[in-house]
């Protein structure tokens, strides 16, 4: 079975650039911490404000929860195909964030409707198989492995070292993918997700490496998810196979490396984490979470209007973008209800979507498993590792759709290596 595209163009010109439309990209953009901006946009100019893109392309961002809660609820009015916006003849062709809103024929991320559902159904029943406990054993192998690489010095470089690595070693198991193949693909996702020079490139080669995959598995299936995707009833096509995939691995793998990251973060840094790492791991799932309250690896995601409407007492044109902003609506006043919020277990945040187009049931859970034994084997390995470096010298990689960390120095006392049977 196919889907037959329609034909969709730019609805209207484009839509003047209001007065009071905010950078969101730059220096400060880059460094500051994004829900202390996001909260300081919310009280100056509301829910929905006018914001200028690289090379200052208008749109519209959306940072209040009930705001994003709508737009992810109605994909009628705010749908996902990109060819829809009215402002394309003022975007160049190397345009730094062309890799998440240039339309891709065949992308699920851009699809819609009936045909969007019949690729999220394949999605859901290709991951729903993965063995929850031998992810578990996997993951904790694979991190065993990695801490004996660095555990006998005194220090390490937690996010190449280990953080990125992990999920991507991990996804390599699930997809029937070669280790091997796994660190030059994560690097791939990660330069996608960035945006910028050689984001395109890196696409290429991560599509590339996604149509191998499938015709290793259609000469040879396995228990995997990339052969359950061959063989669903839904029978998707090649080109199909390929983005679908390409998109599993990109959303599992670099939001789950951050969270990792952003979680053992905080748990370094917060006396009310920190003060438990040699007494227990109770606390690892509440700083887990917690991070997807206010340090979310997912930060912004786009649609676009299908017709004049108004959203947040903004007058919202056909065709113009809507930035969804998942980090701004989980740091809105009206949701988190005190400092605390994230860690008593509230588990409103939009940080893995909503709607027709969050992230299909299970990928939540099988993150949360890669993420949390991440964490948990660490911690237990090297039981007294701590920064190397004061908090506020960690950079934040200058990401639009991603919160992670560039580097986190750690150091710790030199432990043995895991014996191996």
Not at 7 to 27: E, K, M, Q
Request: glycine residues 8%; contains cysteine.
């Amino acid at each position: 079975m196919t889907d037959t595209e329609p034909t969709i163009r730019p609805l209207g010109p484009p839509s003047p650039v209001p007065p009071d439309a905010v950078p969101l990209y730059g220096p400060r953009y880059d460094k500051e911490n994004p829900a202390r901006l996001y909260g300081e946009l919310r009280n100056r100019q509301g829910a929905v404000l006018p914001v200028l893109l690289e090379d200052d392309v208008p749109a519209w961002l959306i940072i209040g929860y009930r705001e994003v809660h709508q737009v992810l609820n109605d994909a009628t009015l705010f749908a996902r195909d990109s060819r829809r916006w009215n402002q394309w003849p003022n975007v160049p062709p190397d345009w730094p964030l062309m890799a998440l809103v240039g339309y891709q024929p065949g992308s699920i991320l851009f699809s819609e409707g009936a045909a969007h559902q019949r690729r999220a159904q394949a999605m859901t029943d290709a991951m729903a198989e993965v063995d929850r406990f031998e992810l578990r054993t996997r993951c904790e192998r694979i991190a065993d492995e990695l801490i004996d690489g660095f555990c006998g010095s005194d220090g390490a470089e937690l996010m190449v070292q280990y953080a990125n690595r992990i999920p991507a070693l991990a996804l390599a198991g699930m997809f029937g993918l070669a280790e091997s193949e796994a660190w030059s693909i994560a690097e791939d996702v990660m330069a996608v997700l960035d945006g910028g020079e050689g984001a395109l490139e890196a696409y290429q080669r991560f599509a590339g490496a996604m149509a191998r995959l499938l015709a290793a598995k259609r000469a040879e299936p396995g228990p995997d998810v990339a052969s359950r995707m061959l063989n669903h009833p839904a029978k998707l096509t090649d080109e199909e196979l390929t983005q679908d995939l390409l998109i599993m691995m990109i959303a599992g793998q670099d939001p789950t490396a951050n969270w990792i990251g952003n979680t053992l973060r905080l748990m370094l840094i917060d006396d009310r984490f920190s003060l438990t790492l040699a007494g227990g791991r109770r606390s690892v799932g509440q700083a887990m979470n917690e991070v997807l309250w206010e340090e979310s690896p997912a930060q912004n995601t786009f649609r676009w209007a299908t017709r004049d409407t108004r959203l947040g007492g903004r007058q919202i044109r056909a065709g113009d973008a809507v930035v969804i902003c998942l980090a701004g609506a989980n740091s809105d006043p009206l949701v988190l209800q005190s400092q605390d919020a994230g860690s008593r277990g509230n588990h409103a945040h939009f940080s893995f979507g909503h709607g027709d187009h969050g992230c299909p049931f299970p990928a939540p859970e099988l993150g949360e498993i890669i993420a949390e034994t991440s964490v948990e084997v660490l911690l237990d390995r090297l039981p007294d590792v701590r920064l190397a470096v004061p908090p506020n010298e960690l950079v934040w990689r200058p990401a639009f759709r991603v919160r992670g960390l560039t580097a986190l120095p750690v150091k710790f006392s030199p432990a043995p290596a895991v014996t191996k049977v």
